[in-house]
């Protein structure tokens, strides 16, 4: 895999920029990066899809901004994003030519003619295991999370009459998590644990709905996983 020093513009500016071309006949990198006008009127253009860290990136050349990719092509980027996330702590730009080689932008660096698979030289401590302080660090966050869903559980706060969760579920242990999504009679659909929390809330606790996103119901969610770590997913099952 060839590898040469970046050039004036990195890859990275071109994934801000969002359209981008190049040039010297559309060679991927090391040219004149054209303006996103530009590229518009040459007929030249670029989508760029980011894996789910936000950290890699895929330019596709020769797709507009607005453009749905093909599926096949769709299914080459998804490989690309795939692959680099190998690297977990880095970010990573590919770009895919419009002659389909692959150039890869690292710290710095870039490598023509990548191949899916292959290596980079990137020092393997920068996307091992997580470090001990990382552990901790997510260990703690979770706790803390945790132990707020425990509390809401045994609070009245979240009803109006005066009952908790915890006076029809001990510790969240016959609510079987584990077994979300399933069919619900009581709402007569297909429901996740939190359709089911919010029907507790609305009819035993006479409370008031939480959105998804509630901190609360994230917190409920979390300490009642929390009591069945370990057990085996279930989905469906009565």
């Known amino acids: 895999m ?13 994934v801000a920029a969002a359209t981008a071309v190049v040039a010297s006949g559309g060679s991927s990198g090391g040219g004149r990066v054209l303006a996103p006008e530009e590229a518009a009127r040459d007929g030249w253009a670029s989508r760029t899809v980011w894996a789910c860290d936000r950290r890699k990136a895929v330019v596709v050349e020769g797709v507009r901004p607005d453009e749905k990719l093909p599926p096949a092509k769709a299914q080459q980027v998804a490989d690309v994003l795939t692959d680099l996330m190998r690297y977990c702590n880095e970010e990573i730009t590919a770009r895919i030519g419009v002659n389909q080689r692959i150039t890869v932008e690292a710290n710095g660096r870039v490598y023509e003619n990548y191949v899916p698979g292959g290596n980079l030289p ?18 703690a966050e979770l706790d803390k999370l945790v132990k707020e869903g425990d509390r809401l559980f045994h609070s009245d ?7 908790a969760c915890a006076m029809c579920h001990p510790n969240a242990s016959n609510t079987h998590p584990e077994t979300y999504p399933k069919f619900q009679t009581q709402l007569k659909k297909v429901a996740l644990l939190r359709d089911m929390v919010n029907w507790c809330i609305l009819n035993p606790l006479e409370g008031k709905e939480l959105a998804y996103e509630d901190p609360k119901m994230i917190a409920l969610e979390a300490y009642i996983l929390s009591q069945r770590a370990g057990v085996p997913l279930q989905a469906g099952k009565h």
Do not use: D
Request: hydrophobic letters at 45%; charged letters at 25%.
């Open 2 to 14: 060839a590898m040469r020093t970046f050039g004036m513009v990195s890859v990275l500016a071109v």
């Open 157 to 163: 706060e979240i009803g109006t009459n005066g009952v």
């Open 122 to 139: 990137i020092l393997k401590a920068s996307f091992g295991e997580p470090t001990k302080k990382e552990e901790q660090i997510w260990k």
